[in-house]
């Protein structure tokens, strides 16, 4: 079945500098992708998201690249502040027509000052 | 409020009791859905809800889970005798339709001693 997953569980960055989040999944029937960001305590909140018709969306000082060759997502930070520390989920919505979201295990990204 | 709001905040229980998590959705969201959250994990759907109906309770662990939404905006989520496997924190998102973008609740910390 499908799978969504991440390449490493931490990273660490200095303030300021930008960061990359990668993730990868394994069903090529998948179509829409979420990344949400869970600071502790709190639910998942939706930063951006990005259909299979492209191969990057830009939002505010995030860009997500989809590479569908190898399945393959990435969530990138520019100029990272503190408050960026969080975990990162990518997340794919179930290709076959239900609305169900699938998650990753999430990578905890810390912001060094 | 402006977003999806979930009581009680935290629930403790003792083992083999009944429990009910509660769920507002954004205003005008006819779709709805929980998920569970074990530490250290991402989110596991449980059950979707268009307007008043379990369109999708595929995620449901066991019959011991239950969850409705009568009116087409608050549902409930109920756990029958519960087991010390279903502390989790218990997450509730809307969106406003089929394919539309899933905002997450604050979640429900549920802890079963």
């Known amino acids: 079945g499908e799978s969504v997953g991440l390449h490493l569980p931490t990273l660490s960055v200095q303030e300021g500098d930008n960061s990359i989040i990668n993730c990868a999944y394994s069903?090529?029937?998948?179509?829409?992708f979420i990344w949400y960001k869970q600071e502790s305590g709190k639910g998942p909140q939706f930063i951006i998201d990005?259909?299979?018709?492209?191969d990057k969306r830009q939002g505010q000082r995030v860009t997500v690249l989809l590479n569908k060759t190898v399945k393959h997502l990435s969530l990138q930070i520019a100029a990272t502040q503190p408050g960026d520390s969080a975990v990162y989920f990518c997340?794919?919505?179930?290709?076959?027509?239900?609305?169900?979201?699938?998650f990753g295990t999430g990578t905890r990204l810390t912001i060094i000052p | 409020g402006a977003g999806v709001s979930q009581t009680p905040s935290n629930k403790v229980t003792e083992k083999g009791k009944y429990v009910e998590l509660r769920c507002d959705p954004i205003?005008?969201?006819?779709?709805l859905y929980w998920y569970r959250q074990s530490l250290g994990q991402g989110p596991e759907f449980l059950i979707y809800?268009?307007?008043?109906?379990?369109?999708?309770d595929s995620g449901l662990p066991n019959d011991r889970f239950f969850a409705v939404r009568p009116e087409g905006s608050v549902s409930t989520l109920k756990i029958q005798r519960t087991e010390r496997g279903d502390s989790a924190v218990y997450l509730c998102?809307?969106?406003?339709?089929?394919?539309?973008?899933?905002?997450f609740g604050p979640g429900t910390r549920l802890l079963v001693l």
């Open positions: 990005i259909r299979s018709n492209m």
């Open positions: 998102a809307s969106s406003p339709g089929r394919g539309g973008t899933q905002y």
């Open positions: 809800f268009q307007g008043t109906g379990a369109a999708d």
């Open positions: 997340a794919e919505i179930d290709p076959f027509g239900n609305e169900k979201l699938t």
């Open positions: 205003s005008g969201h006819t779709a």
């Open positions: 069903n090529s029937a998948s179509d829409y």
